[in-house]
């Protein structure tokens, strides 16, 4: 009898506002990120990079992405090779809302809640943020948030709404 393995789907965020060199700005950043990604399990959908102002201290635009991706790794182990990628892509954690070269979250997974001492999904602050929620909407507009039921298109909407006093 063939053995199956558990497959499981993410989506990631992926923010860069730092270059790491005059050949990897930002967007290529992103781009160089997916391709490592890519070796983790099958990329089944890439948004377009878009620009995004910073939040708190920082004043350099990001460029913001996400991935939806399907890989046997689960949770825990799917972070740790995320961040491997950080730190080879020159990630280094200095201030929280500084500047950085990398930063890839896992946002959503198939299997809905992960709570660890070390992750939990889905991301606590995805909901309230555009720059995740505009990138996972150009992929996944349909896909669920386990906690509130609502998809991210609705999420995006009612967030819009709140920031535009409408």
Do not use: C
């Not at 290529?28 to 990120?33: F, I, Q, T, Y």
């Not at 992929?139 to 819009?160: C, E, K, N, Q, T």
């Amino acid at each position: 009898m063939a053995k199956t393995s558990t497959r499981h789907v993410y989506a990631l965020a992926l923010g860069s506002n730092r270059a790491l060199s005059a050949r990897l700005d930002p967007p290529r950043l992103l781009g160089e990120a997916i391709r490592r990604i890519a070796e983790l399990g099958a990329v089944l959908s890439v948004a377009p990079v878009m620009q995004t102002p910073p939040i708190g201290p920082s004043r350099r635009v990001f460029a913001n992405g996400a991935v939806l991706m399907e890989s046997p790794l689960p949770p825990e182990e799917m972070l740790s090779r995320l961040q491997a990628i950080e730190r080879a892509l020159g990630r280094q954690r200095f201030r929280r809302w500084g500047s950085r070269r990398l930063d890839i979250d896992i946002i959503l997974w198939s299997g809905g809640r992960w709570n660890s001492r070390s992750l939990r999904i889905p991301h606590p602050a995805f909901r309230g943020r555009d720059f995740v929620l505009a990138p996972l909407h150009a992929i996944a507009p349909g896909w669920r948030d386990p906690m509130s039921g609502l998809s991210i298109r609705h999420l995006r909407f009612r967030l819009r709404k709140a920031v535009s006093g409408g």
